[in-house]
Every structure is written in structure tokens, then in C-alpha cells.
């Protein structure tokens, strides 16, 4: 089995749910995720921004943990250096983790 790195990320983010809305938190190195409490489920993306920002944690870090709560913490997509400063995905670093992989298998 892999062996899942946390660098780079922080010990707990929040994101929004996809299919309900909701403002949920994720910890590092645990699977799925946390709703919160009632008064702040609902309050959406400038919820999860002002929790983050108070956290220092940065876009590209919320999607890592994003990735890494949802398909596992060995997954590439876990490492917030394949991300741009906004949370996208980086094309030419994710081509680049790609390519790497496959001289190593």
C-alpha cells in the first residue's frame, strides 16, 4: 500500500458540500468529512472563506484536502502543489506528476 504524505497540508480545512450546499470540514488523513454545526451549515462559499482564511488556508490546500477526504491521501490530486493559487488544477503539473509515474511503474 502507498504511503500517504501530508506536507503541505493543514491540519483541518472547509469546503462546500457539491450536492447539498452545505459548509463541511475536512481533517487531514481521515476520510470524509464533518458537517457543522446547524447555525453554520448553510452559510455557503463566504463561510468556508472566512473559516479557511482565519485557518491560512489557502485554495489550492482546501482541494487537496478535498481530494484527499474523498479518494484517499496517497491519491496525487491529495498534493496541493498540483493546484494554482485559486484551486484549480495545474495542467502542466498534473502532465508532469503523470509522466513521472509512468517511468516509475
Known sequence: ?????????????????????????INRGIMGYFPLDEHLRFKGKEMVDILNDKDGVTPAQREAMKAGSLWGWYVPAANPLLYNEDGTLNKERVAECVNMMRTIS
Open 1 to 25: 500500500m502507498k504511503q500517504a504524505t501530508f506536507e503541505g497540508l493543514p491540519e483541518k480545512c472547509y469546503a462546500i458540500m457539491e450536492l447539498t450546499g452545505e459548509v463541511i470540514q
